[in-house]
C-alpha cells in the first residue's frame, strides 16, 4: 500500500505542471527567444547556411543583447512535429511546452526514487509532498528557459549521487562520473553559471574521496567540454549564422566580464539566502524546521551535509554576481527539498515516541497542505493573470472573425512593447497565407511616420484605469494619423496585486473563476467557490486574498481613415 501511495503522489508532479501550463498557457518576454525558436524551427527548419538575415527567423529581426543557445528550441520542436502532424487543431505552444514540463517533472520523479533506494519510503514521500507543494518548480518546469533547459539535467545529476546500497563502490564512481558530465554539458549547452556549481560539486567529491581526480574528474571534464562544444557549436553557428559560436560564452562575457547584466538590476550579497530561497521552498517550516532537525540528528547529518554542502558554496560563491534572479539558483532546489524531507522523516517515524515530534509532524502536515492551497489557489491565478499581451492578441483575432465573412480578409496589426512582454508569441498569430501582418517594430524614428502608423488596422496599446490615458505608442499614432478614426474594441485587464480579504469581507474571485472556467467550465469555477469558503471558514477564520485586476491593454480598430 505504501508503495502505491508513492505513485499516486508521485503522479502529482506531471498532473501538477501541466495543470499549471493549461491554466497559464503564455509565456512572458525572457522565455521568448526560446518558444519563438522552436515555433520557427516548426514551421522552417534550421536556417539555410547564409540566408541574408531571413527575418522569417526572430531571433534575426530581434537578435536581444546576446545569442542564447538554440538547442532546446530544436530538441521541442523536433520532439512536437510528429505529434502536431496528428492533429491541426493542436495548440502547439501548448504542445511543446508540455514536452518540456514531462521531461523535467521525470527528473523529479528520477530524483524522488534515488531517494527512496537511499533512504526509504518515507523520505521519497515526504519530498514528493514538498515538492509538490512548491509553486515555483512546478509552474516554471514547462517555462522555456535556458534554466529550465538545465534543470531536469542537474536533477538527473543530483541524484546519481544519492547513496545506492545495493551497487559496488566502483559503480557507485560511474555514477558520479556520469552526474559530472552532465552537469558540465547543462553549463556548456544552456547556462554558464553551473561552471560555479560543477567545481564546487567536484571540489566535494575529491574531498570525501567518491572520484579520483584524473579516472573520474579530469576525463569527465574533458569528455564534457568536446561534447558540449560539438553540440552549442555545431547547432548554434548555424541558427546564429555565425561560425564559430559557443553562446553562453558570449553571455558569460557579456554579463559577468562587462558586468552588463548589472543593467538589469542590483541586489544585496544575501538576496538568495533570505529571499529567493524562502520564495522557492514557500514551506517556511522546510528551512526553519526540517532542514535543522536533519542537520542536528546524527543519523541523517552526513547526507544532508553531502546534499547542502555544494548547493550553499555554489549560491555563496553565485552572490558575488550584483545581478540576481531567483531562477539562477532553482537548481539547487531538489537538494534543500530533500534535505528538508531527511528531517521531516525522522520527527514522521519518530511521532508516537515524542511529543514534540508529534507536534513538529503535524505542523509540517499542515503546513504543506497550506503551503500547496497557496501555491494553486493564490500564487497560479496571480501567476495567470499576467499575460494581458496573449489576451489581447486572442481577443484581436476573435473580433476580426465576428467582422468578416471571408476568412481570408486578414489584416495589419501593430503589436506594443508590453503586449510583446506579456504573452504575444508567433504562436498566437495568424497565418500570413490568410492576409495577416504583424509589427512590433521599436524604432522610434520610425515610428514617427505617417507611412508607418497608415498601414494598420488594430493596433494593441497600453490602457490605465483613466479612460483618458495614452501611451506613447497611442499618442503618436493619432498625432500623425488626425483625420482617422480609431475605436476601443477590448480592454485587457492584468495582474495588479493581491487583496487580503479580512473576516467578514465577501470574496469576488472574479480573476480566478475566469481562469478556472478555461479548464473546468462552470463547474470548476462552482468548486473553487466552495474550495475558498470552507478553507476560510475551517483553516483561516475568514481571512483569504484574491487577485486584483487592473487595465493593461486595450486594442483599437480604425473605423474610419484618415
Given at each position: 500500500m505504501?508503495?502505491v501511495?508513492?505513485?499516486?503522489?508521485?503522479l502529482l508532479?506531471?498532473?501538477?505542471i501541466?495543470?499549471?501550463l493549461v491554466?497559464a498557457?503564455?509565456?512572458?518576454?525572457?522565455?521568448?527567444?526560446?518558444i519563438?525558436?522552436?515555433?520557427?524551427?516548426?514551421l522552417?527548419?534550421?536556417?539555410?547556411w547564409?540566408?541574408?538575415?531571413?527575418?522569417?527567423?526572430?531571433?534575426?529581426?530581434f537578435p536581444?543583447a546576446?545569442p542564447?543557445?538554440?538547442?532546446?528550441?530544436?530538441l521541442?520542436?523536433k520532439?512536437?512535429?510528429?505529434?502536431?502532424?496528428?492533429s491541426?487543431?493542436?495548440?502547439?505552444q501548448?504542445l511543446?511546452?508540455?514536452?518540456?514540463g514531462?521531461?523535467?517533472a521525470?527528473?523529479?520523479?528520477?530524483?524522488a526514487h534515488?531517494l527512496q533506494r537511499?533512504?526509504?519510503?518515507t523520505?521519497?514521500?515526504?519530498?514528493l509532498?514538498?515538492?509538490c507543494s512548491?509553486f515555483?518548480?512546478?509552474?516554471?518546469?514547462?517555462?522555456?528557459?535556458?534554466?529550465?533547459?538545465?534543470?531536469?539535467?542537474?536533477?538527473v545529476?543530483?541524484?546519481?549521487?544519492?547513496p545506492?546500497?545495493t551497487?559496488?563502490r566502483?559503480d557507485?564512481?560511474?555514477?558520479?562520473?556520469?552526474?559530472?558530465?552532465?552537469?558540465?554539458?547543462?553549463?556548456?549547452v544552456?547556462?554558464?553559471?553551473?561552471?560555479?556549481l560543477?567545481?564546487?560539486?567536484?571540489?566535494?567529491?575529491?574531498?570525501?574521496?567518491r572520484?579520483?581526480?584524473?579516472?573520474?574528474t579530469?576525463?569527465?571534464?574533458?569528455?564534457?567540454?568536446?561534447?558540449?562544444?560539438?553540440?552549442?557549436?555545431?547547432?548554434?553557428?548555424?541558427?546564429?549564422?555565425r561560425f564559430?559560436l559557443w553562446?553562453?560564452l558570449?553571455?558569460?562575457?557579456?554579463?559577468?566580464?562587462?558586468?552588463?547584466?548589472?543593467?538589469w538590476?542590483?541586489?544585496?550579497?544575501?538576496?538568495?539566502?533570505?529571499?529567493?530561497?524562502?520564495?522557492?521552498?514557500?514551506n517556511?517550516?522546510?528551512?526553519?524546521?526540517?532542514?535543522?532537525?536533519?542537520l542536528?540528528?546524527?543519523?541523517?547529518?552526513?547526507?544532508?551535509?553531502?546534499?547542502?554542502?555544494?548547493?550553499?558554496?555554489?549560491?555563496?560563491?553565485?552572490?558575488?554576481?550584483?545581478?540576481?534572479?531567483?531562477?539562477?539558483?532553482?537548481?539547487?532546489?531538489?537538494?534543500?527539498t530533500?534535505?528538508a524531507?531527511?528531517?521531516?522523516?525522522?520527527?514522521?517515524?519518530?511521532?508516537s515516541?515524542?511529543?514534540?515530534?508529534s507536534?513538529?509532524s503535524?505542523?509540517?502536515?499542515l503546513?504543506t497542505?497550506?503551503?500547496?492551497?497557496?501555491?494553486?489557489?493564490?500564487?497560479?491565478?496571480?501567476?495567470?493573470?499576467?499575460?494581458?499581451?496573449?489576451?489581447?492578441?486572442?481577443?484581436l483575432h476573435?473580433?476580426h472573425?465576428?467582422?468578416?465573412?471571408?476568412?481570408l480578409?486578414?489584416?495589419?496589426?501593430?503589436?506594443?512593447n508590453?503586449?510583446?512582454?506579456?504573452?504575444?508569441?508567433?504562436?498566437?498569430?495568424?497565418?500570413?497565407?490568410?492576409?495577416?501582418h504583424?509589427?512590433?517594430t521599436?524604432d522610434?524614428s520610425?515610428?514617427?511616420?505617417?507611412?508607418?502608423?497608415n498601414?494598420f488596422?488594430?493596433?494593441?496599446?497600453?490602457?490605465s484605469s483613466?479612460?483618458?490615458?495614452?501611451?506613447?505608442?497611442e499618442?503618436?499614432?493619432?498625432?500623425?494619423?488626425?483625420?482617422a478614426?480609431w475605436?476601443?474594441?477590448?480592454?485587457?485587464?492584468?495582474?495588479?496585486?493581491?487583496s487580503i480579504?479580512?473576516?467578514?469581507?465577501?470574496?469576488?474571485?472574479?480573476?480566478e473563476?475566469?481562469?478556472?472556467?478555461?479548464v473546468g467550465?462552470?463547474?470548476?469555477?462552482?468548486?473553487?467557490?466552495?474550495?475558498r469558503?470552507?478553507?476560510?471558514?475551517?483553516?483561516?477564520?475568514?481571512w483569504?486574498?484574491?487577485?486584483k485586476m487592473?487595465?493593461?491593454?486595450?486594442?483599437?480598430?480604425?473605423?474610419?481613415?484618415?
Open positions: 505504501r508503495n501511495a508513492l505513485y499516486v503522489v508521485a508532479l506531471p498532473t501538477l501541466l495543470f499549471h491554466i498557457p503564455y509565456t512572458k518576454v525572457e522565455e521568448s527567444f526560446h519563438q525558436a522552436t515555433h520557427d524551427i516548426l522552417h527548419g534550421l536556417p539555410a547564409k540566408p541574408k538575415f531571413d527575418l522569417k527567423y526572430d531571433h534575426f529581426a536581444g546576446v542564447r543557445s538554440a538547442v532546446g528550441a530544436l521541442l520542436a520532439l512536437s512535429k510528429p505529434l502536431g502532424v496528428l491541426g487543431a493542436i495548440n502547439r501548448v511543446a511546452r508540455s514536452i518540456l514531462l521531461y523535467n521525470a527528473s523529479l520523479a528520477y530524483f534515488g537511499g533512504f526509504g519510503k523520505v521519497a514521500m515526504w519530498y509532498l514538498f515538492q512548491q515555483h518548480v512546478i509552474y516554471y518546469a514547462s517555462r522555456p528557459l535556458s534554466n529550465m533547459f538545465a534543470f531536469g539535467m542537474t536533477t545529476s543530483l541524484r546519481l549521487l544519492l545506492d546500497y551497487i559496488l566502483e557507485a564512481r560511474r555514477r558520479a562520473r556520469l552526474s559530472l558530465i552532465l552537469l558540465t554539458i547543462a553549463g556548456i544552456f547556462r554558464s553559471e553551473l561552471a560555479l560543477v567545481a564546487t560539486q567536484t571540489i566535494f567529491l575529491l574531498a570525501m574521496g572520484v579520483r581526480l584524473f579516472q573520474e579530469v576525463f569527465a571534464g574533458l569528455f564534457s567540454l568536446f561534447l558540449g562544444l560539438q553540440i552549442t557549436v555545431g547547432i548554434d553557428s548555424v541558427f546564429w549564422n564559430p553562446p553562453e558570449d553571455a558569460f562575457l557579456f554579463n559577468v566580464v562587462s558586468g552588463q547584466s548589472s543593467e538590476g542590483t541586489s544585496p550579497w544575501w538576496f538568495y539566502f533570505f529571499n529567493a530561497l524562502p520564495r522557492l521552498l514557500l517556511p517550516l522546510t528551512y526553519l524546521l526540517a532542514i535543522p532537525v536533519a542536528r540528528q546524527p543519523a541523517t547529518r552526513q547526507p544532508a551535509i553531502s546534499l547542502l554542502t555544494p548547493a550553499v558554496a555554489f549560491i555563496a560563491l553565485y552572490s558575488i554576481q550584483p545581478h540576481k534572479e531567483w531562477r539562477f539558483i532553482i537548481y539547487t532546489i531538489p537538494a534543500f530533500a534535505v524531507a531527511l528531517g521531516a522523516s525522522y520527527l514522521w517515524n519518530r511521532r515516541r515524542s511529543v514534540l515530534a507536534i513538529a503535524r505542523l509540517l502536515v503546513s497542505l497550506a503551503a500547496f492551497l497557496l501555491s494553486n489557489l493564490v500564487l497560479l491565478p496571480a501567476s495567470a493573470a499576467n499575460y494581458p499581451g496573449a489576451h489581447a492578441l486572442n481577443a476573435r473580433h472573425a465576428q467582422t468578416v465573412s471571408d476568412e480578409d486578414g489584416a495589419s496589426v501593430y503589436l506594443g508590453l503586449a510583446c512582454q506579456t504573452g504575444v508569441t508567433r504562436f498566437l498569430q495568424q497565418s500570413p497565407g490568410l492576409g495577416w504583424y509589427d512590433k521599436e522610434k520610425l515610428k514617427l511616420s505617417h507611412a508607418f502608423w498601414q488596422d488594430y493596433v494593441i496599446v497600453e490602457a483613466n479612460a483618458d490615458y495614452r501611451d506613447n505608442d499618442t503618436r499614432l493619432r498625432k500623425i494619423l488626425q483625420g478614426e475605436e476601443t474594441v477590448e480592454v485587457i485587464d492584468g495582474f495588479a496585486g493581491i480579504l479580512r473576516p467578514g469581507s465577501p470574496a469576488n474571485g472574479a480573476a473563476r475566469r481562469l478556472l472556467s478555461i467550465g462552470e463547474n470548476a469555477a462552482d468548486l473553487y467557490d466552495r474550495v469558503d470552507s478553507v476560510r471558514k475551517i483553516l483561516l477564520r475568514g483569504w486574498a484574491e487577485l487592473r487595465p493593461k491593454l486595450k486594442v483599437l480598430k480604425r473605423a474610419r481613415d484618415g
